[in-house]
């Protein structure tokens, strides 16, 4: 079909929309932009028809591509992945434990510190700072027990001179009884490290404390299943002991935070007495710093009793006024009469620890943990 212009020289409109769409929309527009033109002038036309004609056709060439969609690929189905198991862990020789051992000993590494730290039981200062937390205690034998009632973790440095130690302990009833060296501390609330320097198991040491800062410190030639004996007359000659408390002491009618710990035990303390008893390696050893990369076999404890006031506080005693008309009461019957810890009877102590020694016995050094003197 052959198109005419009308009398104004203009194409149909149905005529251009026809031309139009054999064209593409790009090509449209140069269309729509020559016609005006064109109308114009007619002579136009032949030298205009050579130059536009492949124009029109490229850009009817790029109209006509049509994008493709994508096609949709199914995911792939991974295979379940299992996790990893366990690494094999072997228990060590000897007796059986009342708890299955679910892993091995815990391990730390103690950093050596560049500047020792203050001594003010405080553990804020700089020294500290780089010293990591240890995991936080659990019961003596392991996870399948009840958690603590009360966070308690430690850190370790070391320099030339000492074996640092730091505890953090939550209670919010900080009290103690004992204060003369050499008491039976455990018989308090109290926190303990024992230290084997050559990790067989026989010739160690155990250190106690209270928050009065009393020290029960012993030697023991072997285990008390081994018979021991314990040697109470060993003393960590030169300890310094630092203990700051986030509370009050001995006072029931007040809600604590608890108590932090420092220690600073000197190298040359670990040595033991004087036997005539054959040793095993420990006299020997005299009483060396650790060298860079040598392990000691550790472990902490804290011992914590159930008391009268656990879980609440005392009533404040009501202050009596003084006067002249007013009959006081002796200070004896009055400082009787203010609330104290009490035990509760029958209950036993509990034990939290570093690293799960699987039974109730502290004394069983194959479960000790690793500590690692790195510089």
Known sequence: MTTRPDRAGRLSFASRRVQESSLGFPAVLIFRATLPRMTHSALLAPVLAPVLAPVFVWFSALAAQTTVAPQLVPPVEKPDVKPAAPAQFTPPAGDATPQKPLYAPKSYDAKFAKSAPKLDGKLDDAAWALAPWTDEF??????????????????????????????????????????NHDDIVFRDNDFEVFIDPDGDTREYYELEVNVYGTIFDLFLYRRYKEDGP???????????????VQGSVDDPTDTDTGWTLEWAIPWNAFKPPAWDKPGFGEKQRGAAVPKDGETWRVNFSRVQWQ????????????????????????PAAQESAKPRYEKVAGKPEDNWVWTPQWQIDMHDPRWWGYVKFVR
Request: net charge neutral.
């Open 230 to 244: 314990a040697e109470h007359g060993w003393n960590a000659e030169g300890l310094k002991t630092a203990i700051a």
């Open 138 to 179: 659990l019961d003596i034998q392991g996870p399948a027990l009840p958690a603590p009632r009360y966070k308690t973790r430690a850190k370790m440095l070391w320099d030339n001179e000492y074996f640092y130690i730091a505890a953090e302990l939550k209670d919010p009833h900080v009290w103690a009884t004992l204060k």
């Open 307 to 330: 008391h009268n006031w656990e879980g609440k506080t005392a009533p404040k005693a009501a202050e009596k006024p003084i006067n002249d008309h007013f009959k006081q009461e002796p």
